[in-house]
């Protein structure tokens, strides 16, 4: 299994960014899927999730509506759109799967990760 994510970048304040995770050896739509982001010195924490089979999403409640997650079946990827960017998401952000169940907020839960995409918001 690899993941594999893109689309990260430098934004001002305000700006918007889509994050693409891309999946290979397995089928993502049978499996939920995460994201997590993680800044310097600070604990990794959830982002938002979405069981692919039925698309239902959860989102960290620092999110507020900014982000959305959703997955393509057919490209077998997992997408993060956000908007509003504040300098505090600036952080690297991880798609995760093979979700064990439980919280889904904890990375504990997961079994694979990706190698993270950079994300800079500067004010």
């Known amino acids: 299994v690899q993941l594999v994510e893109s689309g990260g970048g430098s934004v001002q304040a305000g700006g918007s960014l889509r994050l693409s995770c891309t999946a290979s050896g397995y089928a993502s739509s049978r499996y939920c899927m995460s994201w997590f982001r993680q800044a310097p010195g600070k604990d990794r924490e959830a982002v938002a999730h979405i069981w692919a089979a039925c698309g239902v999403t959860y989102y960290a409640d620092f999110v507020k509506g900014r982000f959305t997650i959703s997955h393509d079946k057919v490209k077998n990827a997992v997408y993060l759109e956000m908007s509003n960017l504040q300098p505090e998401d600036s952080a690297m952000y991880y798609c995760?799967?093979?979700?064990?169940?439980?919280?889904?907020?904890?990375?504990?839960?997961?079994?694979?990760w990706g190698q993270g995409t950079q994300v800079t918001v500067s004010s």
């Open positions: 995760a799967t093979s979700y064990r169940g439980g919280d889904w907020e904890s990375p504990l839960n997961y079994k694979y």
